[in-house]
């Protein structure tokens, strides 16, 4: 899924004092990313400094919920 590293680059062209963590969680937001592709494409596109190693079960799984659409979450 390219358009993910297209998204992120454009992302992080658009805020470039962003770090990549920000820019990947902005570029994943509401996107319906599967917990597999998104795993992938957070080790390829943050910076490993960007979270500690401790924390990185947690942080995945709130990007996962980050990337559900907004009407899962209509009440």
Known sequence: MKSIERR???VKKDNPHWSSYICFAE???NQNVNEQTLNRWFNKLVEKDDYSRSDK???LSELNE??????????
């Open 66 to 75: 980050l990337t559900k659409p907004a009407e899962e979450y209509k009440i």
């Open 8 to 10: 992120f680059n454009n």
């Open 57 to 59: 079960e947690t942080i």
């Open 27 to 29: 570029t994943v937001k």
